[in-house]
């Protein structure tokens, strides 16, 4: 049986989304006055509870002044919002700025904050920092990209964006089936099954969050340079939702004083529920704990 997020102690919370009608379903786990603060961007459909095994190593491995603050997108999970849609990027992208604010004003002037970035989580982050229309205004120690989605696979090909632009004409909400399953993200057959079961994840994605998911990727891609954050990024070199390589390039475009990269030439698109993600969760610490040593 798939362990959940609610077994764990916890202080859930709403917030009211910058779409100005949904909620957002946040939950903060741990100190309620943390050293260290672990901020978790969620990927595409899925929701914050599906990286129980990740939070609780981070509970149980940097003591007891730490917190884990996760939410749902709008369209996700236990926030609301027409199921996997939403009208304009810029609303997720805005939605973690007000999360944002809510984790500062539990953490204190001396409390070290790192973004833990999943699929989409990626992409929403990276035009956080990257877009100067947006920015990060909180103080921020470093991030941990897991298969960012610089660059989505997308099923149809060259011609995909073409027929996202033609369908979004007509609407878009129309559903689009989605083209994986659990087998498709990991090799570990329990959580393949606890995606396919999870009654919190759509098996559609809607045109318009398709269409403005592409479109925001278009606009990252090529900013690299201006990264000034350090980061590890995590790739899996069997990725069948986002290009790898692309996702190299882009973090090859970065100082290589301030970026790590490991490959994982044999795994699935999510590392943080792969088989071998407990050992995935070590390097992550040892780049922690050396990024937190470095940076005052």
Known sequence: ???????????????????????????QFGSDKPKLHFLLVHGALEHSGRHVDLIQY???????????????HI????????????PHF??????????????????????????????LGGLITLTRILDTSYGWKFPLHGIIFSSPCVRPKLA???????????????????????????????????RANDFDSDTLIPNFITVGMAK???????????????????????IAGEDRIVDSESTAIFAHGMEKRLTQIVHYP??????????????????MKKWILKTLKEIP
């Open 266 to 283: 044999h795994l699935f698109h999510e590392l943080w529920n792969e088989v071998d993600r407990f050992e995935i969760f070590e390097t």
């Open 156 to 190: 149809l090909g060259p011609s995909s964006e073409t027929i996202l632009d033609k369908l979004n004409m007509l609407s878009g909400k129309l559903h689009l089936p989605l083209v994986y399953t659990g087998k498709d993200l990991t090799h570990d057959p329990e």
């Open 1 to 27: 049986m798939a362990k959940t997020l609610s077994a764990l102690p916890s202080i859930d919370n709403s917030l009211a989304s910058s779409d100005g009608e949904s909620q957002l379903f946040i939950r």
């Open 212 to 234: 403005e998911v592409v479109e925001a990727s278009h606009r990252i891609r090529g900013l690299s340079y201006y990264m000034r954050i350090p980061s590890l990024f995590l």
């Open 75 to 86: 369209g996700h999970g236990r926030s609301g919002g027409v199921r996997a849609f939403v």
């Open 90 to 119: 810029k609303i997720y992208v805005n939605d973690m700025g007000l999360v944002g604010e809510f984790i500062q004003k539990i953490n204190s002037a001396d409390t070290k904050t790192i973004i833990l970035a999943h699929s």
């Open 58 to 72: 981070l509970l149980k491995n940097f003591g007891q002044d730490v917190a884990v603050t996760v939410w749902d």
